[in-house]
């Protein structure tokens, strides 16, 4: 099983991107029907699959992830680059910190970027390490807990150095045997417009 986001191709004569997945899709995922409702914004792309990842496979939860990536989530022209959502549907009620989400982060998007070096033929001294900040602000309605932070790593669609600007809503929902955790990222100020959209995202996240 290989999630989409590690296999998005930015073309050289347009914006859009084109999924690219094994046709062997384990049987978990191709199964999965969410038990929650979660929109789609027109012109997004979406893709789930299953925790922990194959490239990060330390990531010590299992459930399922489900994303949301902006129309031009794969342009580096666009103010949509690198914008995207994803719930994580974790199994079991873990107990979540500042600290583990970092760590978790940090090695997702380690993973991430590891995966698409070959592919894309990055070379070693483009490079950066991979570093993740978080901290609890004050929590957004349906918020059990929100997280705030940052993750600093090399974009592998452009092959330059960025920050993702990322806002972690640990959901309030009625769910006693699964936590969700709603991820909204994007590299844009948070005063930017393209956060109304995730806010939006985060705020139709609900049970049917």
């Known amino acids: 099983m290989r999630?989409?986001?590690?296999?998005?191709?930015?073309?050289?004569?347009?914006?859009?991107?084109?999924?690219?997945?094994?046709?062997?899709?384990?049987?978990a995922r191709s199964?999965?029907?969410?038990?929650?409702?979660?929109?789609?914004?027109?012109?997004?792309?979406?893709?789930?699959?299953s925790l922990p990842?194959?490239?990060a496979s330390q990531i010590p939860y299992k459930g399922m992830g489900d994303l949301r990536f902006a129309h031009g989530w794969a342009d580096g022209g666009s103010e949509e680059h690198w914008a995207y959502?994803?719930?994580?549907?974790?199994?079991?009620?873990?107990?979540?910190?500042?600290?583990?989400?970092?760590?978790?982060?940090?090695?997702?998007?380690?993973?991430l970027v590891e995966r698409n070096i070959g592919p894309r033929k990055i070379p070693k001294e483009k490079l950066v390490p991979v570093k993740a900040s978080f901290r609890i602000v004050n929590a957004y309605p349906g918020d059990k807990t929100t997280f705030s932070g940052t993750v600093y790593m090399l974009d592998y669609l452009t092959q330059t150095p960025m920050t993702l600007n990322v806002?972690?809503?640990?959901?309030?929902l009625r769910t006693p045997d699964h936590t969700a955790m709603f991820f909204e990222v994007s590299p844009k100020p948070l005063d930017h417009h393209i956060w109304q959209q995730l806010n939006e995202l985060n705020k139709g996240l609900r049970l049917p």
Do not use: N
């Open 167 to 172: 806002i972690v809503h640990w959901k309030y």
């Open 53 to 55: 990842p194959e490239f």
């Open 3 to 27: 999630p989409i986001l590690t296999f998005i191709l930015l073309l050289a004569a347009s914006s859009c991107f084109i999924p690219m997945t094994t046709l062997a899709q384990d049987t």
């Open 85 to 111: 959502a994803f719930l994580w549907w974790l199994d079991g009620r873990p107990q979540l910190t500042a600290e583990r989400l970092q760590a978790c982060l940090k090695d997702y998007y380690s993973g």
């Open 31 to 49: 199964a999965w029907v969410p038990p929650y409702k979660l929109d789609t914004p027109r012109g997004w792309t979406t893709e789930h699959f």
